[in-house]
């Protein structure tokens, strides 16, 4: 115990940068909304297929060109905030957020859901996990 003192008062930084580190994954993992509507590939397409649910993908017309979910709507992340009423009639319906990764699509799903979308899911793992899970995909080019 005295080491553990002794180490604690000799690098306070780094403890204070560990504890802070942890409380924020511990926010993401157990309190963000986001998180807690995240859904894996296999499950969008149950969303798709039984509840007639809207993709959005939020990346660039270029990546979306490159390939996308078949049917989905691209509005780039940049330009979200001003396409909202493109979205509206979809209200009521499961969304899923896609994007390359998964990272711009939490954003966008944040987004949504102070608008008042209330069935946001963000595409886990993004188009990289859909290609992955082997599932189709459509390109413009």
């Not at 660039?60 to 001003?82: M, R, T, Y």
């Not at 963000?122 to 188009?127: I, K, S, T, V, Y």
Request: proline share 4%; aromatic share 6%.
């Amino acid at each position: 115990m005295e080491q553990l003192t002794e180490f604690v008062t000799n690098h306070l930084l780094l403890v204070l940068t560990f504890v802070g580190l942890a409380g924020a994954l511990i926010w993401n993992v157990f309190f963000d909304p986001v998180n807690k509507n995240a859904v894996t590939p296999l499950q969008s397409t149950a969303l798709i297929n039984h509840e007639d649910a809207v993709v959005v993908d939020v990346r660039s017309i270029a990546e979306f060109n490159k390939g996308h979910i078949v049917n989905a709507i691209n509005i780039p992340l940049n330009g979200l905030g001003k396409q909202l009423q493109q979205l509206e009639k979809y209200k009521e319906r499961p969304i899923i957020i896609a994007c390359k990764s998964g990272s711009r699509s939490g954003m966008a799903a944040k987004m949504l859901m102070k608008k008042g979308f209330e069935k946001v899911h963000n595409l886990r793992g993004g188009m990289m996990a859909w290609t992955s899970a082997g599932l189709p995909v459509k390109s413009n080019g």
